[in-house]
């Protein structure tokens, strides 16, 4: 199926619940958002049905997230039932990692392909600091034990904010040359407030890490997701770089994503308040044609591109990022 705008889409991005054990100062309030009730929260029928009628349609990847994916009880059965959709080629998923260590071995067991990660910094104080409470521990745990189990490529997101420093930088070198992983570092979009300061720019990682003395970045080829990341590797390593720059240099032209919040409307686009109500139809008995119909309503509005950085078209976000699923 493609989009007014010639783009192909076949990936769903599923926030399978707002409630998140961090509290990130660039995502959430320090006091957290009001939780949906558990009667908003599509169960996991509601969302396997979802899936299963736009696998029909063309969606063959499937991206879990939240809040935080993992603190949803059920999670594991449900990636099995998802991963039994023989249109469905790719499951994925993004965390905070926190409690991936015990269960990575079952996701991966159940059908799920490969992790995001979230970490900003490895400095135990920033980590707790910019989670408010995070153990940096249990994270870090966390990859080892995606990795130990193949649940690869693993790709590690940073948001670039004021807490990331140099050390942060050489331990991500030191990284992708001991571990097969790729370290992504994403500007941060201001989609509500954000407690932490503006963090350096693209041009300033890049140049920090090319200054430790192992070699230029170089560009490389997409590795597996073809999302919106440049990709850059270094001559001796087994992981590579990515950046992503949804400000700087936006990649809207290349979106081939539709988003479903865990409260049951279709998101043509992150950066934009259009949505489309699913829930309401789907529990009013909606027949599977109408379900597909509000997918391709979806689809139509999707926008050529987000509006953020024109200052003529000031966004006011209705929803924080961990209540539409980054
Ligand atoms: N809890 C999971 C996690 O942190 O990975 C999944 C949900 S989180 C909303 C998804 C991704 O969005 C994370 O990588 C997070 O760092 C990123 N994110 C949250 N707020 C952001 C913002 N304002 N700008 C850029 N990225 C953001
Ligand atoms: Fe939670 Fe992820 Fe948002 Fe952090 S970025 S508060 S871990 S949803």
């Given at each position: 199926m493609y989009d007014s705008y010639n783009r192909k889409i076949q990936y769903l991005r599923v926030s399978v619940t707002d409630r998140c054990n961090f509290r990130c100062a660039y995502c959430m309030p320090a006091q957290g958002v009001k939780m949906l009730s558990h009667d908003e929260i599509l169960s996991y029928e509601e969302f396997l049905r979802i899936i299963r009628i736009l696998s029909n349609h063309g969606v063959k990847k499937i991206r879990l997230t939240g809040g935080e994916p993992l603190v949803r009880k059920g999670i594991i059965p449900f990636i099995r039932d998802i991963a039994a959709l023989q249109a469905i080629t790719d499951i994925s998923m993004t965390t905070n990692g926190s409690l991936l260590a015990a269960m990575a071995e079952k996701l991966k067991a159940a059908g799920l392909t490969r992790v995001n990660i979230s970490l900003d910094t490895i400095n135990p104080k920033q980590f707790r600091q910019i989670t408010r409470g995070g153990d940096l521990a249990q994270t870090l745990q966390g990859i080892e034990a995606a990795l130990a189990v193949g649940l690869t490529p693993v790709k590690l997101n940073i948001v670039l904010t004021n807490m990331i420093t140099e050390q942060d930088i050489a331990y991500f070198v030191d990284f992708i040359h001991r571990e097969p992983v790729s370290v992504r570092f994403i500007e941060y979009m201001p989609i509500g407030e954000s407690a932490t300061g503006p963090g350096p720019s693209i041009e300033e990682i890049k140049t920090m890490i090319n200054s430790f003395g192992r070699g230029k970045l170089k560009p490389t080829i997409d590795i597996c997701g073809n999302g919106p990341a440049k990709y850059y590797d270094l001559p001796q390593a087994k992981g590579s770089f990515g950046f992503i720059t949804p400000i700087s240099e936006h990649f809207c032209g290349v979106c081939n994503r539709i988003r479903l919040t865990a409260d049951g409307k279709f998101k043509p686009c992150l950066l934009s308040n259009q949505e489309i109500d699913v829930k309401t139809a789907l529990r009013n008995g909606a027949s599977d044609d109408k379900i597909a119909e509000l997918f391709y309503q979806t689809i139509a509005k999707k926008?050529?591109?987000?509006?953020?950085?024109?200052?003529d078209e000031p966004t006011q976000f209705f929803r924080r990022m961990s209540q539409i699923g980054g």
């Open positions: 926008p050529q591109g987000h509006t953020l950085t024109n200052p």
